[in-house]
């Protein structure tokens, strides 16, 4: 097994690899392509990505209820090596399989969570984090369920809180001090959260990075869209790597790796292949002068 950079959740006391694992795809059809590329792996399949993350060395699973069944299959193949690994889920954003719904009052919150534990065969999640929807501020003024959560941390099912806001939120949910961690959007293309980042981790809070791939247009996907389609500063990058998308994507986890604010980077995917080369590229020695270069032409655009 593959000994990987760890860096500390914030004040939790826990230590995680710097690229952790989203766990959406084993669960949930998801991403882009036809029907077959989009599909969640069947029972077996699924099984292995799940021991072979573990089994690369990663030590972060993130999770959530809206992500169908990937809470069950998690329990199901990983239950014997909970001890291996920090087990994030969310709660708010319920699954009704193929849809989700969502429902912040106590008593929805509190069930949830009673039902991540069964699914997950564990009598404690690490973190738990609010799966906000389209009115997070109202689930915030309300406080049922910041409160639910605070309810289960007292009876021992959860050990720490978290929640995954908009940038629009990130002060208020950081200065409440309700939250040990905060799950954030941040990339080369999207930079908006990086002073906050700085303040949740002078605060003490670990910080998790979704969808640090841009979306995808910091990866070989950008290539198969005709040039017209790429937003300028995609265009621009592409050229500065020479149409080289790894180099692109190294660009993008180097970026990620440079702030010191974060505690690891979470890559959702159902390809052990996928997650290893992520690991080895994030790992490998960053081009310093093509960052900044990188960062100059993000700036300008």
Known sequence: MQSWERRPLGRTGLEVTRIGFGALEIGR????????????????EAGAVLNGVLDLGVN??????????????????????????????KCGEHSNEPQT???FSYRAVADSIDLSLRLLQTDRVDVMQIHFGPD?????????????MKDAREAGKVRFLGASPGNHLLERCIRSGDFDVLQIGYSLLD???KD???MAADHGIGVLIRSGLGGGWLTARA???????????????LELVEGDTDRLHKLALDFLKAHPGIS???????????????????????EEDLLQRALKIVSES
């Open 29 to 44: 059809d998801w991403g882009v392509g036809d029907e077959e590329s989009r599909r969640k792996p069947a029972e077996t």
């Open 60 to 89: 972060l699973i993130d999770t959530a209820r809206a992500y169908h069944r990937s809470e069950e299959r998690i329990g199901q193949f990983l239950s014997g090596r909970r001890s291996e690994y920090v087990l994030a889920s």
């Open 101 to 103: 719904y969502y429902d």
């Open 136 to 148: 997070p501020e109202k689930v915030l003024d309300e406080g049922e369920t910041v409160r639910a």
């Open 191 to 193: 930079r908006g959260a």
């Open 196 to 198: 906050l980042i700085q």
């Open 223 to 237: 290539a198969s869209v005709p040039e017209s389609q790429r937003p300028e500063p995609v265009r621009r990058l």
């Open 264 to 286: 690891s980077v979470l890559i959702g995917t159902k390809d052990l292949a996928h997650l290893r080369w992520n690991l080895e590229m994030f790992a490998a020695e960053s």
